[in-house]
């Protein structure tokens, strides 16, 4: 199993951000748009540990759709109506999450390995 000794956490984030295992930075997370893959082909990293493993992922993705629509709208009320940002509010609140799902479960299982592997060098 090749891992890279020095993988620190932002090492593993920087590898999540390029869909890589975040492991050996090597394999590819995702087979398809939504299709992960079971394991790292490099390193050997199971991508699915248990079942249920990426609900945290999903709260990731709620939280970073929050965060960037929010002060977006708040920023923008002073210049439209409600009503004329419900629209767009709306639809960003449904596409964002499905373009952002690969991000929110490469970052979750990098913060995951990261905690795991300090709490391994202990």
Known sequence: MEVDPEGGFWTRVGRAALLRCPECGKGRLF????????????CGLNFHPEH???????????????????????????????????GPLIAFGLLFPLFFFRWSR???????TSLRASTFDR
Request: proline content about 6%; charged content about 10%; hydrophobic content about 50%.
């Open 106 to 112: 490469a970052f979750w299982l990098a913060v995951e």
């Open 31 to 42: 087979r398809g748009l939504f299709s992960m893959a079971p394991s790292c082909p490099e």
């Open 52 to 86: 249920g493993y990426y609900v945290g992922a999903m709260y990731l993705n709620y939280g970073a759709t929050v965060a960037i629509a929010l002060p977006t709208s708040l920023l923008l009320l002073s210049r439209f109506t409600a009503r004329e940002l419900l």
